[in-house]
């Protein structure tokens, strides 16, 4: 079994292991006839297959890394730290995945910039545009998950910002930071094969 492959069997498992811990949590709630968190627990599950079906859907490939990176996404914001509680235990939690999201998002960039762009640029402006078009990516997608927030706020009663514009700032600031260096080392270190 070549590396790709063993990376993407080990990516399979842990998506089968969050999967199998939702559905187990699901059952736990569901005897204890809490029905806020068996909510959580169809959107985690709708979270995973939607994530499949786009990927299907684009005949989009994430490289292994990048996929166990998202996987890993997942479990920390809606398993770990908003299905089982963790944002009461652990301080900064929620900054911390704000962090990771600019890091992840930067190369998600990369991804849809690959798909989008071929090989119909010049060589010369191809690495610069793909970090360009990564971090803005990664920066407005931040931008959109707080429009999300704001929403669920208003028309669900969440209190996912604290109804503070700090959190927002904050959170699209932490976004930034962490996209920013992905962005440089697209373009400086050759993460961008060009056409």
Not at 32 to 40: D, I, R, T, Y
Not at 113 to 128: G, Q, T
Not at 149 to 177: K, N, P, W, Y
Request: charged fraction near 15%.
């Amino acid at each position: 079994m070549g590396l790709s492959r063993r990376k993407d069997f080990v990516n399979d498992c842990f998506e089968l292991v969050l999967y199998a811990a939702t559905v187990i949590s699901l059952v736990y709630f569901l005897l204890q006839g809490n029905s806020a968190k068996l909510m959580q627990a169809v959107f985690i599950v709708g979270t995973l297959l939607l994530l499949r079906i786009i990927l299907k859907l684009t005949h989009t490939e994430l490289f292994p890394v990048l996929r166990f990176s998202v996987l890993t996404f997942i479990f920390i914001t809606m398993i770990f730290a908003n299905f089982w509680g963790f944002y009461g235990v652990i301080p900064y939690l929620d900054k911390i995945e704000h962090l990771l999201s600019g890091f992840i998002l930067c190369f998600v960039g990369l991804v849809i910039f690959k798909k989008l762009a071929k090989s119909e640029l010049p060589s010369p402006l191809y690495a610069s545009l793909a970090s360009w078009f990564s971090l803005f990516f990664a920066v407005g997608m931040a931008g959109c998950w707080e429009i999300f927030e704001f929403t669920g706020d208003r028309l669900l009663g969440f209190h996912s910002q604290g109804g503070s514009l700090v959190d927002t700032m904050a959170d699209i600031i932490c976004c930034t930071v962490t996209a920013i260096p992905a962005a440089l080392y697209i373009r400086l270190r050759g993460a961008v094969k060009e056409p």
